[in-house]
């Protein structure tokens, strides 16, 4: 991911910092030039707007330009005003301490929720030592309960066995209960999918928040769809009070302008990526080092 973007700071960098001193007319030219690699890489436009102002506003207004090093302390401003943009602090998903923890999935079909099911459980298992039932709300798709019994043999998770006809908020319910009996510590609800966003889609979702009131609703988006996972966001956030975002397909973006605009235009933190097919491939999303990476 950042790939081009990379390319292209590092460019800009590279000039300033051979240069020993810097003008107005130096910093406005690497700022448009910043400005331009952040629409190449698909964020969206106020993001970049604010971004490149407040670089402005620091770049000029702190000294910097008298500095010893003005390239270099240019490249730090980026670096810090890049991790903010990122989400500043790295989010970790919440767990209660009076289990069971629900934690509900939400997104489009396609976009890798039922993997990243599958991927959160094992996580939690493996590295957290939690014990986890996944339930799967997808009444209509036989095919995705399946899909997520398969990913439970393949992690060693429990999953809800489905009842015919149960609606997907009585099934939440139900998945807390065993839950709560029979002592799991973190409960999965991995919510339907559809296409596109439809109100049918929303009011389920509302009632299944209201039904299970979660610790975590995790929004699950497709990095390659850029901006329009930023606005899948947005719309769900309409409806329910999402806690965060797992961001999948980061390992195919190669131009992250979901991630860089997500936080900033949605107020949530991203709290995972999905860097692959397989069930490891489930990474924390840590803003300052991806600043780093980004800036070489
Ligand atoms: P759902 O319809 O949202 O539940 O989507 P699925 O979980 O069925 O995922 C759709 C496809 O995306 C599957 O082939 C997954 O293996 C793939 N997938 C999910 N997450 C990632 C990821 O982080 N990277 C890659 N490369 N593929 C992913």
New binding site residues.
């Given amino acids: 991911m950042f790939d081009s973007l990379q390319e292209r700071l590092g460019k800009v960098f590279e000039g300033l910092s051979k240069v020993g001193t810097l003008n107005e007319k130096d910093v406005d030219n690497a700022l448009r030039e910043v400005r331009v690699a952040l629409l190449e890489a698909d964020v969206a436009l106020p993001v970049v707007k604010q971004f490149v102002a407040d670089l402005r506003e620091r770049a000029v207004g702190q000294e910097v330009l008298r500095s010893v090093t003005p390239g270099q302390q240019v490249v730090k401003i980026v670096h810090d005003r890049l991790a903010e943009m990122l989400g500043g602090e790295q989010s970790e998903i919440q767990l209660r301490k009076e289990p069971p923890t629900a934690i509900m999935l939400v997104?489009?079909?396609?976009?890798?929720?039922?993997?990243?099911?599958?991927?959160i459980a094992k996580r939690l298992k493996e590295k957290q030592k939690q014990k986890v039932l996944m339930a799967s709300l997808?009444v209509r798709r036989p095919a995705?309960q399946d899909?997520l019994r398969q990913l439970g043999w393949q992690v060693g998770v429990d999953t809800l066995d489905n009842v015919p006809g149960e609606p997907p908020k009585a099934i939440a319910k139900r998945a807390l209960q065993k839950a709560a009996l029979e002592g799991y510590d973190v409960v999965l609800l991995?919510t339907a999918?559809r296409l596109s966003i439809d109100q049918e889609l929303m009011d389920e979702v509302k009632e299944v928040e209201a039904a299970a009131k979660p610790s975590e609703t995790l929004l699950?988006a497709?990095?390659m769809t850029g901006q329009d996972a930023v606005t899948t966001a947005q719309n769900f956030q309409e409806a329910v009070e999402l806690t965060g975002i797992v961001?999948?397909?980061?390992?195919?973006d190669a131009r992250g302008g979901a991630a860089l605009s997500m936080r900033q235009v949605t107020g949530r933190p991203i709290k995972l990526?999905?860097?692959?097919?397989k069930l490891d491939?489930?990474e924390a999303f840590h803003p300052d080092r991806i600043a780093n990476r980004i800036l070489g």
């Fill in positions: 997104g489009l079909q396609g976009s890798g929720k039922t993997t990243t099911t599958g991927k997808d995705a899909q991995d999918g699950v497709d990095s961001l999948t397909r980061v390992d195919g990526i999905g860097v692959g097919e491939a489930l």
